[in-house]
């Protein structure tokens, strides 16, 4: 790992006003380590950047700056926290593939995570369908336990249900899961992922290229989704919208060489529209974790769940019921009103309003929002 006095030298690097990514690998390629860059002349470095960026980098740290070096030496100090630096042997290969890999990335949890030869991207919409989540969370398990880390950016929905499925996997082989941060590495968002967030440092990896302390702001997200496919074989989108983020995942993991999957999903559900948009731009079609392991050549564990009946709906036989199931029928796979299933099934409202929640508690059905149900397929 890189000794303390050399990663201050690196942190003072980029927290100098007006050097950036890109601008800190200029300064890294012409001059070497940080610790060169700052024993150059004036003259010498505005070759590479402006004259004001050259002063900035000779003048001595502010107050704030030096608390903020100080602080995150003291963090990095600490077991399983660590700050990774781009000449680190420790740095991932699959980032430094990239056109424009961060110089400096913090880590919290098991770092060895970065190394691990089987990675896969999971993304999606923040506000999935139920059967999107449960899907999401049973292919990540799935893949766990076929000894691949799933990635992701620990938003809400999709990401959440992808890090939560990575974690339930068992067995020794089990991949876990690295949630790609766009904030700093000791801030939790969104706040409701606290509890997640203290399960995957414990038993994955948190990760982040922000500095400590920083909050959360808009440009940070697109910004942390070349990490996420970056880091990854290739990036399978769960539900998403047309205009949906995810989709700038799956763009990039193009431009990287990275392979591009897709689950299908309803022409009548919006947070398919953006899937079908990638398979018709050609994305692999995904149905099952299979189809996802046999493209990568990678051997489904004795503990995988891999088959169609473990993840995917397509294929799964009707409940043995009597005739209310007439409902799950009418459902289908698509998301319906109360209304159209009044017209379909020629129930009465309250017979089934009351099989609806029967149903709904026993986890057959979701209720969403605008009195809209949806039938959800056992994992």
Partial sequence: MTPPEDLADWLRL???PGVGALTARQLLSAFGPPSLIFQASHAALTRVVSAAVASALLADPDRETQDLIARTLQWAAQPGQSCITLDDPAYPQSLL???DPPPLLYALGNAAL????RRLAMVGARTPTAQGERDAQAFAQAFSEAGVTIVSGFALGIDAAAHRGALAATGEQAGSTIAVLGTGCDRVYPPRHKELAHLVADRGLLLSEFALGTAPAKGNFPRRNRLISGLSRGVLVVEAATHSGSLITARLAGEQGREVFAMPG???NPLAHGCHRLIRE????VETAQDVLEEFAWDARPAAKTTTADASPATEAPPECDTECDILRALGYDIRSFDDLSARTGWPADRLGARLLELELQG???RLPGGRFQRIARA
Avoid: C, E, F, R
């Fill in 114 to 117: 970065l190394g691990a030869p």
């Fill in 97 to 99: 593939d990239i056109t």
């Fill in 266 to 268: 309803s022409i009548h």
């Fill in 364 to 366: 057959q059905v979701a």
């Fill in 14 to 16: 980029m927290q100098t």
């Fill in 282 to 285: 050609g994305a692999k079609l």
